[in-house]
């Protein structure tokens, strides 16, 4: 685990021990500032798409390119 690794979870473990309340008040505090709002959305839909297949960023240029000739 790396010293960063090992903050988080000291953080996390300290957060779950909070009453709800108080760690909605910490939530809200959080989701208040918009830039920490945003990548934790981008981080929250990462992770639920994590297992989605994948394709090759070039397949999907082509597919895009090919798209557009057509029209």
């Known amino acids: 685990m790396t010293a960063a690794e090992a903050k988080a979870e ?5 957060f779950k021990t909070l009453p709800r ?4 008040l910490v939530l ?3 989701a208040s500032d918009r830039s920490l ?8 839909i990462a992770m639920e798409r994590v297992n989605e297949p994948t394709r090759p960023l070039g397949e999907v240029l082509e ?3 090919g798209a557009g000739k057509s029209r």
Do not use: G, P, V
């Open 37 to 44: 709002r945003r990548d934790l959305m981008d981080i929250s």
């Open 28 to 30: 809200t505090r959080l």
């Open 10 to 14: 000291i953080f996390w473990t300290a």
């Open 63 to 65: 597919e895009i390119r």
């Open 21 to 24: 309340k108080e760690q909605n």
